[in-house]
């Protein structure tokens, strides 16, 4: 099988169950879903990154340490979405009243 990268490795087989023992007739990699990627440029974070990093000691003006902290704050025509990621989901998931031409700034905590 090929490296599958963020995706976790999956496959597709098929048993002849017919006999006294089953037997394997045909074993292929599938495409799966990578229900657990989240994918950015690691030049975006690579000389911000830490191996270990409390969020509550996280000072940074644009954390959200929980969910209930996501939201979004309107500054004249720029919009910025305070959100966190989680395990396949993102809060908040639904980002309602930008207009053509406004700015959006995605402030992401993982």
């Keep these: 099988y090929l490296p599958t990268g963020p995706e976790l490795t999956q496959s597709a087989q098929l048993y002849d169950i017919t006999g006294a023992k089953m037997r394997l007739l045909l074993d292929f990699p599938t495409t799966g879903e990578p229900h657990y990627a989240q994918a950015i440029l690691a030049s975006k974070?690579?000389?911000?990154?830490?191996?270990?990093?409390?969020?509550?000691?996280?000072?940074?003006?644009?954390v959200t340490r929980t969910e209930k902290d996501a939201k979004v704050v309107r500054q004249g025509s720029k919009g910025?979405?305070?959100?966190?990621?989680g395990t396949k989901h993102f809060v908040p998931d639904n980002i309602e009243g930008s207009e053509v031409g406004e700015a959006g700034f995605f402030h992401v905590t993982n």
């Design 45 to 62: 974070i690579k000389d911000q990154s830490r191996r270990v990093y409390s969020l509550a000691d996280n000072k940074h003006p644009y």
């Design 80 to 85: 910025h979405i305070y959100m966190t990621a």
